[in-house]
């Protein structure tokens, strides 16, 4: 009884710091999750680890991101350049550009769009109204 207590616990604390890292990566550089085909593997944990926020790639030269991506695991030359240009359109993607279209809402202000953008994360992520609509969350707009 007492081990199934320790493994309930465990796998309970997995998932919180599983969700805890979603959210933290949705909050600096979301994009970064369309860059791999399968965004849970220890490469993918690797490319979040040396670039968790867009601005850090816009600030690296090319030539070093590839350097980084043909350091890891089963990415050779062809497949690192590809990355790595698609690494970069995904950082210039960044929730900066979210902020000035939110602004442009008649209504909305910096600090609304902010406190939008900070509560939903990847607006992106919703596929349509209803299931932004539909999101908990404690932002109330009037």
Known sequence: ?????????????????????HKAIQLTFPEIEHLLAN???KNYWSIVLKFPHPNIVLETKEADIIDFLKSLSGIGEKRANDLAQRLIRLAKLAPKRDLEILKSIPGIAENTALRIISELGDIRRFNNPNQLNAFPSGLYLC
């Open 1 to 21: 009884m007492a081990n199934n207590r320790i493994y309930e616990q465990a796998s309970h604390d997995l998932i919180t710091n599983k969700n805890r890292l």
């Open 39 to 41: 965004p849970r593997g």
